[in-house]
């Protein structure tokens, strides 16, 4: 009677344990996993990947994204640029609608850049609005936010005016930190809108007034928040996640069963070392240590998950607008590592001493392999050198960085906002934020300068050239691979097209049919 | 009883200061701060944020102004989620902490109790070496390793619950299970020991001579005094629970306060892990409190004064 019971209860339970992961696979449901609860979902105020990857399907702007990362009409239906390339005429869609079914005019627009240039409210893309004119004297404080140049003349008609021609200014416009800012924050213009939020799970459900949302999108897309990774890969495994943020090396190494799933692509970002320029090494010894770095077997073996070798800042497939980008081409790219080799020792032969040279470096899987490889690579091909490695907490080595406190290098890494070469260049910039070599070079700076303003991609493409040459010759860093994204897609998940700038809007994707 | 009790609450306010202190000096003293990223604000936008979470002040200001907060229940805003107060996310996250918290606790107390006494009953015999090598184990296997061992299992292997997460009672089972095995193992271990050492004491031989029904003589004489480590032992070990199991709460993904504390760590938020900091203590100290006054309750000897 008893044991009989037993079975029974048994059943019972499991029985219940099948309903629940019914509720879970919910075909009308995309659940994505986000590697960070977002530190704000304020499209002006937010800066963080997992930010950015909510705020691009909750609002849009006068430019956004399809498929495959590619400029397209957003907010706005049509756009002029004037013959002196200073003035932008964007004209709002008059079926572009707020969730509560009033329409996006040029006012919401004109509120939300004055919003991220205000100085007071700290946001981190103002930047983005450089080039428009009233800029700088709103930024000194000198002007009222009032005199920032752009104009709502009419509710559908919005201008913009810039100081220089600035070539990349629609890739700008298509980040969520110039949406449209509604009167209340509650209001959304995206293809989705929140639902609900908090610090493990961000649910979003369709918005009901966008016009071009497909009738077989997902109805309602579960962010997922995993500060682990190995959690959100059982997440994934255990079929409660369609998508997850990133993919441990663990499993990139063998992926087994999950190969099927596993969606790997160039991405515009790159990993390199910063020396510190306050206090140099001997410039001989900085062009030996890049010359001597083989970053084949640095990308194929020690990384191995199809990243580039880096020779220089630039990725591979980044682009001036409609043209790819040449990046500048060094010779000792084409040389063996042998030759390489050969020629750093002679470099530093007539050195008196050579002194001890450290990498600084966050604490993380890749890190650490990398920085041992690195260590190898020098000590064997540098006799004498002495190659020590100092990992700390991720903000310890940024806040150490950022003060130029570290004795020798740091690694680093960028991952570009929007598709442009001076994404990575500006990190050179003299006294930028991000400039962690403590490079300066006024030559650099004005070529910088030049490049932004200049219409035609054949002139850009010199002098970005140019300024990569200069930055290439003063050894202020070693770049080394650039960056593959990571993300396992269920099968079931269609629509996913891999780009590089691993943007990914909900829109785009359904359920496949059976 | 009520002098005791006042006195004791009165003892923990310099204590209490001394944690706000020391965590205050620590929090601080941690290198990179709350706004630090890779992508760098320019420097004087990120000084206009500091200023306005009154950062720019001498640390000393900050802190009066930071214990004069305290005093009105204001535990300040958080410094990593705008637009969110430290009170609004422990809030948020305490539920979970003590669901999951309080559920282990029972299972673990209940389950515990009970395998310790048939342990200490059936003393040398093979029932109590299967109950007492089974507890080993589970005191030596850390949750780290049961934890994702569990989710391989049930969650990936058979798939008969989520493996993270909290959407529905299903997701509870194995983060209370594994929540709980230690604490069923520890105080089986404890129950066995104290019941062994009640059962040969001079009042349970006297009661045994007089003729008791040896259930009588478990339940309603042996039972109480025996749980005297118990309670001591549950003490911090419900303070630890409630506030939420960093470990268990990382590998199922809960949002309870475990995972918070972690996040509040790594991302520089001084507020939220001060507010936790002074959470947590207030636990301790006060279910430390409530553990004396229930040694009365089990002890008739205890006296208060």
Known sequence: MLRSLLVFLIVLSLAGCGEETDVARDVSTLNRGLSAAPESLDPQLARSVPALTVLADVYEGLLTR??????????????????????????????????????????????????????????????????????????????????????????????????????????????????????????????????????????????????????????????????????????????????????????????????????????????????????????????????SVDRDALATQVVGRGEQPAWTMVPAGTRLGDTPYRRFQLDVAALGIDRRIQRARELVADMESMPVVQIDYASNDENRVVAAALQQMWQTALPGLEVKLNNQEFRVVLSQARAGEYPGLVRSSWIADYNDPQQFLELFRSGAPGNTSGFANPMFDTLLDRAAALRFPERRQQALNEAESLLHESFAAVPLYTMVSKHLVHEHVVGWEDNPLDLHLSRYLRHEAD | MLRFVLSRLLSTIPTLFLVIVVAFAMVRAAPGGPFDSERALPPDIEARIAAAYGLDAPLHEQFVRYVGGLLQGDLGPSFRYQGTTVSELIAGALPVSLMVGGLALIIGVVLGVAVGTTAALNQNRWSDHVLMTVSMAGISIPNFVIAPLLVLLFAIKLQWLPASGLRSAGSLVLPVFALSLPMVAYIARLMRASMLEVLKSQFIRTARAQGLHPNTLVFRYALKPSLIPVVSFLGPAIAGVLTGSVVIEQVFNLPGLGRLFIQGALNRDYTLVMGLVILYSTVVIVMNLVVDLVYGILDPRVRYS
């Open chain 1, 66 to 291: 399809d498929a495959s990362g590619g400029l397209v009409a957003g907010v706005a239906s049509d756009w002029r640029l004037s013959d002196d390339g200073l003035r932008y005429e964007f004209t709002i869609d008059r079926a572009a609608r707020w969730s509560d079914g009033t329409p996006v005019t040029s006012a919401d627009f004109v509120r939300a850049w004055q919003f991220l240039v205000n100085p007071s409210n700290g946001a981190f893309y103002g930047e983005l609005l450089a080039p428009v004119t009233g800029f700088d004297e709103i930024r000194r404080g000198d002007s009222p936010v009032a005199a920032l140049g752009v104009m709502a003349p009419t509710d559908d008609q919005l201008i913009v005016s810039l100081t220089v021609n600035q070539p990349d200014f629609l890739e700008r416009v298509a980040m969520p930190a110039l949406a449209p800012r509604a009167k209340t924050t509650d209001l959304f213009n995206g293809a989705y809108v929140v639902k609900s939020t908090d610090l493990s799970e961000i649910v979003l459900v369709q918005n009901g007034v966008h016009a071009s949302l497909p009738d077989d999108a997902f109805a309602t897309v579960r962010y997922q928040i995993f500060e682990q990774e190995q959690t959100e890969l059982a997440a994934f495994e255990s079929g409660d996640l369609d998508i997850t943020s990133r993919v441990p090396r663990s499993l990139l190494r063998n992926p087994g069963k999950l190969e099927s799933t596993l969606r790997r692509a160039p991405y515009l970002g790159i990993v390199y070392l910063n020396f510190n320029l306050r206090e140099p090494l001997d410039v001989r010894l900085r062009e030996a240590l890049y010359l």
